[in-house]
């Protein structure tokens, strides 16, 4: 190899025309390289050797080296991990920034392999070596496919460590949504252009980038806020998911990463964004746009049938009788978007169409976010999800066979619940399959829910029976009270005993309903709470449950995000999931041989 001078390209081509015309019947293939290899004056190089070879003086041998390393790292943790301790990771980060397009392509390849798996050491390597600065220049530089499906995937990878998240956003966020999220999602920046909408590329590309976005968006307050404020990130990712409901495209990994993102944005929206303040719900009958002196129009309910007889008049009913929202002197963009209550028909089309448990889950889990919290746009969210007509959209979720999907609907119910005319509707009309779920004590119903979503049936239902005596007896006509005993007497849970006993102990404060009790064979003993628990139950008007539960990806190598912080009812978290790429190789790019210590080159293959 000393012996070559300049432009290697010439040696290569001799060097493989020489070897076809010594294999004539053999097209360079695998077994021409199995003859060479037979001998026994070669040998494999080790590890140290490869890694060696990285910084070679020849770019070939480097691109070869580095295909070497991603072929080895392949669903190999042990030689990950060989890599990193043998100062492989920072020669690898350090060819990202090389000139010629084979190098920087195989050293990224490699790099995506070894990012992935449980080993957070070998992410922390990378992140150590500017590895990350090093990923998102190479992103603004390459217009190559696979360079940029190569750099998103290895993001992908590293996002799922929590201590590197803040570092993608810092240093990728903008890039990532202008360079990828954007343009693929084909929604445009400038409005008066002219030219036809643009459809949304499902990519590889757009699946990492949206991927990454979504792990970061789990991060905490300062991840979200960043997001939001990310100039046309929530633009696009919302004109990508309508581009998927127009086209019927609901349950690819592409959308349901988007969802899952606006998911997170959503959360504590009420507290977090610029200016809430403004919105903060005042007295019932004052609330901007929705008061006071308008006339109450006469509303069919979503159910298709007229006003339930039971609801009352007052203030709340004045409040929600009219939907007139604030009215607007400008277009809403950006993190606007997020409350919107337009956004509530794209959510619930979602809800619709999609089969994916993980959309469906990322969709309710929006809506039970923005229907929390003490602030105006909930109000307008809560009307305008019973006016489009979701409510039985989520009723009928109810039966999924989604664990996490029955948990998403029901809290969202929950949320919902506290508009008074969704309370009448949600009682009338979701009781019944509310109480299907719930167990029989210890004897599970057919679904066998989770804990977690047990307890969020047993809020919601208590949510829904407090101030309205009409609901609780649609819960006693629904046989629901021999369970409820049975989980306040039996369960295991004491989450569940719990929020059992709160229900009962709200059944049996309305006076009027105890001969219906008595006839049935209960008594108050049957609604006491059990050893240590409380002896009042709460107030109804606790309901804001704003909570995100962790998705969790059991056949991955992934695990939840946690949200620290100030939380409400069952459960912490925020939507990640986790999915780490690595590369396969049916054959390796480029064989490498070791002769007397000298390096030598099999045929390049595909």
């Known amino acids: 190899m000393s012996q070559v001078d300049g432009d290697p390209t010439s040696f290569f081509q001799a060097m493989s025309r020489a070897q076809m015309l010594q294999f004539p019947h053999k097209r360079c293939s695998m077994v021409s390289l199995d003859s060479i290899r037979k001998d026994p004056r070669w040998r494999d190089p080790n590890l140290r050797e490869v890694i060696t070879m990285l910084s070679h003086p020849m770019d070939p041998v480097k691109s070869n080296a580095a295909a070497y390393l991603q072929h080895l790292c392949y669903e190999n943790d042990h030689m990950k991990q060989d890599v990193r301790q043998l100062k492989g990771v920072p020669v690898l980060v350090g060819l990202l920034d090389h000139p010629k397009a084979e190098v920087h392509r195989k050293a990224c390849g490699a790099l995506r392999n070894i990012s992935y798996g449980k080993d957070h050491h070998n992410k922390v390597a990378i992140k150590n070596c500017d590895g990350i600065p090093a990923l998102v220049r190479l992103l603004r530089k390459s217009s190559n496919m696979e360079v940029r499906e190569l750099v998103t995937g290895t993001l992908w990878n590293l996002s799922s460590h929590e201590p590197l998240k803040m570092m993608i956003i810092n240093h990728g966020l903008q890039t990532l949504t202008d360079e990828v999220i954007i343009p693929h999602s084909g929604w445009r920046r400038d409005p008066t252009e002219h030219s036809r909408p643009q459809e949304t590329e499902w990519t590889t590309v757009f699946k990492n980038t949206s991927g990454c976005l979504r792990n970061v968006s789990s991060d905490g307050a300062e991840a979200r806020q960043r997001l939001r404020e990310c100039e046309g990130l929530v633009d696009a990712l919302l004109y990508a998911l309508q581009s998927a409901v127009a086209h019927k495209e609901t349950d690819n990994k592409s959308v349901e990463n988007c969802v899952c993102i606006l998911r ?113 746009w909930s109000s307008y969210i809560r009307a305008t999800v019973r006016k489009e007509k979701g409510l039985p959209v989520l009723v009928e979720l109810l039966r999924s066979d989604g664990d996490k999907v029955v948990r998403a609907v029901a809290i969202a119910l929950r949320n919902l619940a506290i508009d008074r005319r969704n309370k009448d509707l949600i009682g009338s009309y979701a009781m019944r399959d509310l109480v299907s779920n719930l167990p029989c004590g210890q004897q599970r119903p057919a679904k066998n829910l989770e804990g977690d979503t047990v307890v969020a049936i047993l809020n919601t239902i ?132 070791v002769r007397s210590g000298v390096l030598q080159w099999g045929l390049t293959f595909n």
């Open 462 to 593: 208590h949510e829904i029976i407090s101030d309205s005596p009409e609901n609780a007896r649609g819960l006693i006509q629904g046989h629901a009270i021999q369970k409820l005993v049975a989980i306040n007497k039996t369960s295991q849970s004491g989450r569940e005993t719990k929020a059992a006993s709160h229900v009962l102990q709200t059944v049996w404060a309305y006076k009027d309903l105890r001969n219906s009790l008595y006839k049935g064979g209960w008594n108050k003993s049957h609604f006491k709470p059990t050893s240590g628990m409380p002896k009042k139950p709460k107030s109804g008007k606790s309901g804001y449950d704003d909570i995100t539960l962790p998705l969790m990806e059991k056949n991955q190598d992934g695990y939840s995000t946690v949200e620290q912080g100030d939380r409400v009812g069952d459960g912490p978290g925020h939507m990640m999931e986790r999915e780490p790429l690595q590369v396969s190789n049916n054959v390796q790019s480029a064989l490498l041989y």
């Open 264 to 376: 997170n944005l959503s959360y504590h929206v009420h507290k977090e964004v610029p200016g809430a303040e403004r919105f903060q719900e005042p007295v019932a009958n004052q609330v901007p746009g929705l008061g006071g002196n308008q006339k109450k129009k006469k509303e069919a309910d979503c159910f298709g049938g007229k006003k339930p007889k039971g609801w009352r008049n007052g203030p709340s009913d004045k409040k929600y009788g009219t939907l007139d929202l604030p009215k607007r002197t400008e277009p809403m963009k950006g993190l606007e978007l997020l409350y919107q209550p337009e956004v509530v028909r794209l959510y619930l089309s979602l809800l619709t169409c999609s089969q994916n448990h993980n959309t469906l889950e990322a969709a309710a889990g929006a809506l039970q976010n923005l229907a929390a919290g003490h602030w105006a």
